[in-house]
């Protein structure tokens, strides 16, 4: 059993209660994706109970899939109420998501009921998850639609004006003519359907596009 949870307590109390119904407990330290899934290669586990958010800004997701195709049946066990962050973990592989609001027999219970019959989702649970899922990348590629059709100077372009610069700031940081930021921020604003650069910023921190690096 391997157990992934950044908070002291919580992961000590479930270590000591499963091994005390005879589960063989692993507890990584160190809980980047790389030391996690080095110890669980070797260790082998039949489960993973992950946290989702841990130290920082890391999340549990990039160890799902690995975790699955090693042979561990993943249950997230959380306090994110994200539908769409938990809806990548059971696209990912997860079986289970147990709040980690319930009660300490609850969990143990949810956990007890993997280990007997591996799995802890519905079928239409898990067919909603992935359903709202789709949706949702659907829906956010249907607003980045017309930022794709901006060529890469134009994308540039509209990236200095999110960030403040004027025409003549981005000419002059550049190496351009005034004429040319002109005629680019031109084609931005028809591209986008908009009739200003204010609104062609406002669109794009809407559909939180970010323009590409270098």
């Known amino acids: 059993m391997l157990i992934v949870e950044d908070h002291g307590l919580l992961g000590d109390s479930l270590g000591a209660a ?3 119904e005879g589960f063989e407990v692993l507890r990584p ?7 996690v899934l080095a110890e669980a290669a070797d260790a082998r586990p039949h489960m ?15 160890m799902i899939a690995p975790l699955r195709d090693g042979g561990a049946s993943v249950v997230m066990v959380t306090g994110e109420r994200d539908r769409l962050r938990l809806a990548e973990c059971v696209e990912a592989g997860a079986i289970g998501l147990v709040d980690k609001a319930v009660s300490f027999d609850e969990l143990l219970e949810a956990v007890r009921h993997v280990a007997r019959l591996r799995t ?3 079928k239409g649970e898990r067919d909603d998850l992935l359903r709202l899922l789709r949706e949702a990348r659907l829906a ?5 639609e017309p930022f794709e059709r901006l060529t890469a100077r134009e994308q540039a372009v509209l990236g200095a004006l999110m960030d403040g610069l004027s025409a003549e700031a981005i000419a ?5 003519s005034i004429a040319t930021i002109r ?14 650069q204010l609104a062609a910023v406002a669109l794009a921190r809407a559909a939180e596009w970010v323009p590409p690096e270098g």
């Open 18 to 20: 499963l091994c005390s």
């Open 29 to 35: 330290v160190t809980l980047d994706v790389e030391t």
């Open 48 to 62: 993973a109970l992950l946290d989702f958010r841990l130290d920082g800004d890391a999340t549990a997701l990039p």
């Open 120 to 122: 802890l989702l519905s």
């Open 140 to 144: 956010d590629g249907e607003r980045r």
């Open 172 to 176: 002059e940081r550049d190496f351009v």
């Open 183 to 196: 005629s680019q921020i031109r084609a931005i604003l028809t591209k986008l359907g908009v009739s200003s």
